[in-house]
Nanobody, 126 residues
Framework: QVQLVESGGGSVQVGGSLRLSCTVS????????LAWFRQGEGKEREGVAAISSDGSTSYADSVKGRFTISEDVAKNTLYLQMNNLKPEDTAMYSC????????????????????WGQGTQVTVSS
């Protein structure tokens, strides 16, 4: 069993930064996909960023150049560095994990991830 616990959310003003963390515990695998999703109030879930065990990454167009996904394998922790935050970034952010490499980003939101965290709220105010 795999457990995911997010942290680092909060309230920030436009243009500010936050770093989300997702600690992964339990069974580990050599090939995996870790991803960040978000869902704003009244909006559909969006795949924000993903990283495969080979280090390849992908991003939603809406966050390219502002967000960076990374992982610290030694700490079993996934990160999402979010810079130049905008009000439209306000959402519940969740991390997810699955076996195998990540699918193409356009398919990320449709991929049946086996493991999910409980989410952490990010609110960006002007």
């Amino acid at each position: 069993q795999v457990q995911l616990v997010e942290s680092g959310g909060g309230s920030v003003q436009v243009g500010g930064s936050l770093r989300l963390s997702c600690t992964v515990s339990g069974n580990t695998y050599s090939d995996y996909c870790l991803a960040w999703f978000r869902q704003g109030e009244g909006k559909e879930r969006e795949g924000v960023a993903a990283i495969s065990s080979d280090g390849s990454t992908s991003y939603a167009d809406s966050v390219k150049g502002r967000f960076t996904i990374s992982e610290d394998v030694a700490k079993n922790t996934l990160y999402l560095q979010m810079n130049n935050l905008k009000p439209e970034d306000t959402a519940m952010y969740s991390c997810a994990a699955d076996l195998g490499y990540c699918p193409p980003h356009r398919l990320l939101v449709h991929h049946p991830f086996d493991h999910w965290g409980q989410g952490t709220q990010v609110t960006v105010s002007s």
